[in-house]
């Protein structure tokens, strides 16, 4: 019998994985849609998102909990939209969970350049997939333990971080050119408000390690996405409220090169750049990004695992690691392809690409849901969507919306994005789809 993945995950493991997953979002990237919408651009787009991660949340949580599997959308599409969507939202799936690590990875790297000036940026971000990988292997407990500690010193850092700034807050500095490009903004500024919360749902690809999946993923995946919206609203207001947007995009005034370092920015107006409390809460912060590139490196095995034991790749990537219950192959798998994108240096190329993925992936989802409602009424269901069918529809039209955004914005990235999605499906139609016994277990 094959040796299956180790069960040893409960509610408060989870909560400390789905944070860590997305935290890093709150530390960079986020305030380049300022350059684009200004305060209020990107904080209506963002107030759209919280809208679509509250109804998507809930309405994924009813599928992780009726199919707890290490796939997460590639398990729930197949079974409710069959095997050519499946495997469309499964490559969707491994796109953003490939293609976000690097970014992050990128941005370890020059945050310890900072300390370790005589270490190239890029030495450091591949030893960070050495590390955190092995780390991986050795176990799922000892993984999501770490991932929970480092999650736990993050979201203390934005909590002091905004205990520090929110009494030199204005809101002058809120209200001033919040809205530079009009209305466009707010359209512009919508992938940066998706990269708040990206990765989110990576918890229910956890969900079959979980110790009782039908309540711990509920209470895991709500407690998560409370915890991130209540950052979210606390580091946005926080951070542009010191100085004005512009103070946290531009390193200098009149500068042309944005910053991805807003959190440092807004709080140098307050103590400087020499100060303890600067020093500490940068170092703490590096915790962010060390929690959201291992948790996302964790949620990637197991959706590389997924496609190896239904041999869309070869069945090596789907054996579990006998003596740690761990998806080896594919984090040494992933492990490859991440190092390969990183040393590309395209990081903005790389978290778009990203973001495709996963706006994908929600689109996919929220069909699933509403398929199977109708398809399979008998489905044991321990958790249900409530307002159905309202929260799946209207994730569904906000994912969407967001989608459309993404294209048009993006011309040329989303023409690579639906080429890897074509490319990949012809060789699925070519060969794996012929294979038998393609179809993932029942749970």
């Known amino acids: ?28 990237g986020w305030n380049l849609g300022l350059a684009e919408g200004g305060t209020l ?21 009813e599928l992780a909990c009726a199919i707890p599997r290490a796939g997460g959308v590639f398990d729930y599409a197949t079974r409710g939209l069959g095997r050519d969507w499946g495997f469309i939202a499964g490559v969707a799936q491994l796109i953003e969970f490939l293609f976000a690590p690097p970014a992050i990875a ?29 780390l991986n292997i050795y176990g799922v407990r000892a993984a999501a333990g770490f991932e929970l500690i480092v999650t736990v010193f993050a979201v203390v850092e934005l909590l002091i971080f905004s205990g520090v700034t929110l009494p030199h807050l204005s809101v002058s500095n809120l209200t001033r050119n919040a809205l530079p490009h009009g209305w ?4 512009a500024a919508v992938p940066f408000a998706v990269w708040f919360f990206l990765g989110l749902e990576g918890v229910a690809n956890v969900a079959e390690e979980a110790k009782r999946p039908q309540r711990d993923v509920l209470i895991g995946f709500g407690s998560a996405l409370a915890t991130l919206i209540v950052l979210c609203v606390l580091v946005f207001v926080a951070s542009v409220g010191v100085a004005g947007w512009e103070a946290i ?42 929690a959201s590139f291992h948790g996302l490196v964790l949620a990637a095995g197991r ?8 041999r869309y790749l070869p069945p090596a990537v789907g054996r579990v690691l006998a ?21 590309s240096g395209r990081t903005a190329d790389i978290i778009t690409i990203s ?46 919306v967001c989608l459309v955004a993404m294209v048009s914005l993006n011309i040329k990235l989303s023409i690579i994005y639906f080429s890897l999605l074509l490319v990949s499906y012809i060789w699925f139609w070519l060969t794996a789809r012929g294979r038998a016994d393609q179809k993932p277990e029942p749970a």
């Open 41 to 61: 651009g990107l904080a209506i787009a963002t107030a759209g998102v919280i809208v679509l991660y509250i109804t998507f949340t809930f309405s994924y949580t």
């Open 106 to 134: 990128a941005a370890i790297g020059a945050y310890f350049h900072i300390f370790l000036p005589g270490i190239p940026v890029t030495v450091i971000a591949v030893a960070a997939y050495f590390i955190f990988t092995a």
């Open 303 to 310: 959706a590389t695992l997924e496609f190896g034991r239904v």
């Open 355 to 400: 973001v495709f993925g996963a706006l994908t992936l929600y689109v996919l989802a929220m069909v699933t849901v509403l398929v199977l409602r109708r398809k399979e009424p008998g489905l044991v269901r321990p958790f249900r969507v409530p307002m159905y069918p309202v929260f799946p529809i209207v994730a569904l039209v906000i994912g969407v």
């Open 249 to 290: 995009v531009y390193p200098t005034p009149g500068a042309m090169e944005t910053s991805d370092s807003p959190l440092p920015l807004a709080l140098s107006k307050i103590t400087g750049t020499s100060g303890w409390v600067y020093h500490l809460l940068i170092t703490i912060g590096l915790m962010g990004l060390v």
């Open 323 to 343: 003596r740690r219950g761990t998806p080896a192959n594919a984090l040494l798998i992933n492990m490859v392809i991440g190092i390969a994108a990183l040393l």
């Open 184 to 187: 466009t903004g707010v359209w």
């Open 1 to 28: 019998m094959e040796k299956g993945l180790s069960k040893s995950l409960g509610p408060l493991l989870l909560w400390g994985l789905g944070v860590g997953y997305v935290i890093s979002g709150m530390y960079f």
